[in-house]
């Protein structure tokens, strides 16, 4: 019984996967035709956007607080003062900013979207648009998509900054590193293509949790219990694409030895 309930998980989670895929291509097709719903788009933006600001700054600020007492102390022994600020800011726009600002995003967006598409999808809403000549894709799932693609690189941005003032506060109140070095060592070390990197990996990330949330809520059967099912797998895929693309993101855009900036 065990082994029979496993194989149906799994081929649900395929069967999943393929109709991603395929909503992938039908969002792809649609915005080559220019089928965009303005309204939602702009409503979509501000749900995404500057109701998740609050959470994903605080999130930053402390991420940042912590990556410096794990480094500056390290740091401080090598007699690397100026390299702290630059390895913070290094961290922060190739890796935790975009990576941290799309699981917060993921985990309150994503679920919302599963869950509020999943609803529609249980109580016959979705058939309702298709009687009434309206497309799904085009009315819930591309709106979606543009408001994450555009909304979460602003949030990194804002996140890279957060992090960035998180530090300079830590190391100049327990480690005596002046804001003027912390700053000095941020120029230093950061390069346009770190922060261009940030930006490329904020819109792919978006792009994922936008199709996983709705993709999964279209998919959604079962009442309010398949609703919660739908709403958590889509969360957990969600945040499982953030961390494998992030991998093939990172290898494609950070290949080579680096700098040697302790040098």
Sequence with gaps: MSS???????QIWLQRLFSALFLTGQVIVHLLQGKIHRRNTLEQMAIVGPDSLMIALVTATFVGMVFTIQVAREFLNFGAVRAIG???ALALSRELAPVLTAVVLAARVGSAFAAEIGTMKVTEQIDALYILKSDPVDYLVIPRLIACSAMLPILTITSLVTGLIGG??????????????????????IQVWDLVSALIKAVIFGALIAIIGCNWGLSTTGGAKGVGESTTTAVVMSIIAIFISNFFLSWL???????????
């Design 168 to 189: 300079i506060f830590v190391a100049d109140l327990f480690y005596g590193v002046s804001q003027t070095t912390f700053i000095e060592s941020v120029q230093n070390f």
């Design 253 to 263: 855009m950070f290949q080579g030895l680096g700098r040697q900036f302790l040098n």
């Design 86 to 88: 630059g390895v913070l």
């Design 4 to 10: 029979r309930t496993s194989n149906n998980g799994i």
